[in-house]
């Protein structure tokens, strides 16, 4: 058998092998394809996990007068730390061996890069949604923190709240769209990651997701939503480049506007340009001499001559 004959011969039967293989799959029971594309058992999410969300209510404002314990045992109204300045709001509790630990840490990296300080530009607020956690306990958390953030001098920025009251809680959660669930098999709180920015007046201002949250963003959001009564110039030219994308919970480059002042600069030149060529071409035809006097001129120079 020659090299082209062989050749044929494979092809034949590696289309005869397809064939088969799609006629098995085609005359296959509906069970065998569940088994074969379906997720097995063992990789579903707890069901507590599928009670757990981040909705926006973006524009709503919260429960201020919902009562919590603060860190040195006494009782507290939400409306306090509302006090002319915007809040950073994180629901977290404590003891969490890993989800809260990198939330607050992504709080405490993203503040250590902030000039805006604590108690004086804005406040932090953060609220344990284990009602069986204590006023100690958030103390010795705000310790671990502020030595963390470096800036000891903020402490009076920062609250730790608790609760054993768990409506109190949950009347904040609700509000903010923030929804978890206790999963009795770790026996851990099953919630989402991420904060949020209030205004003075206690609205909802920003979301941001995640476990990391860039300082521009974090600035550019309390800045905004102190009604640009913090901040530098700086951070006032940063609000007109860069606009918040709820679906994101993130400050993005603003690029339609700079596209329209693009647009206006351009037509701005055109017209300026077209405006100048007008001008020159006017000015050029002024100092070029009249084609009829020319002529005139020339006609009447030979006269001249001829008399002579």
Not at 11 to 30: D, E
Not at 72 to 100: D, Q, S
Not at 211 to 222: A, I, M, N, T
Request: hydrophobic share 45%; proline share 7%.
């Amino acid at each position: 058998m020659n090299c082209r004959k062989f050749a044929i011969t494979r092809f034949t039967m590696a289309a005869a092998v397809l064939a088969v293989a799609m006629l098995a799959l085609t005359l296959c029971p509906a069970t065998a394809s569940a088994q074969l594309f379906s997720r097995p058992p063992a990789m579903q999410p707890p069901k507590a996990l599928s009670d757990v969300a981040f909705d926006q209510y973006l524009g709503d404002t919260i429960p201020l007068e919902t009562v919590f314990v603060d860190e040195t045992g006494k009782e507290v109204r939400l409306v306090e730390y509302f006090n002319g300045k915007p809040v950073l709001l994180g629901l977290v509790y404590y003891r969490c061996p890993g989800l809260c630990i990198m939330i607050i840490n992504g709080i405490i990296d993203s503040l250590r890069e902030v000039s805006l300080v604590a108690g004086e530009d804005f406040e932090v607020v953060l609220i344990s949604i284990d009602p069986k956690e204590t006023p100690t306990l958030a103390r010795d958390k705000k310790e671990t923190i502020l030595a963390a953030l470096g800036k000891p001098e903020q402490a009076a920025g920062w609250h730790l709240l608790t609760s054993p009251d768990e409506s109190q809680v949950k009347a904040v959660a609700d509000a903010v769209g923030f929804r978890y669930a206790w999963d009795e098999p770790t026996q851990q709180y099953a919630h989402p990651s991420g904060i949020m920015i209030l205004t003075p007046g206690g609205v909802l201002s920003r979301y941001f997701y995640g476990v990391k949250y860039p300082s521009r963003d974090v600035r550019l959001g309390l800045v905004e939503s102190a009604e640009e009564k913090i901040g530098s110039p700086t951070d006032q030219i940063l609000l007109r480049c860069f606009h918040y994308d709820p679906s994101t919970g993130r400050y993005t480059f603003a690029i339609a506007g700079v596209l329209r002042v693009a647009g206006l600069l351009t037509v701005l030149g055109l017209a300026g340009g077209i405006f100048m060529l007008v001008r020159y071409e006017r000015g050029h035809r002024r100092a070029l001499p009249d084609p009829a006097s020319q002529a005139g001129a020339q006609a009447s120079g030979p006269n001249k001559d001829e008399i002579a």
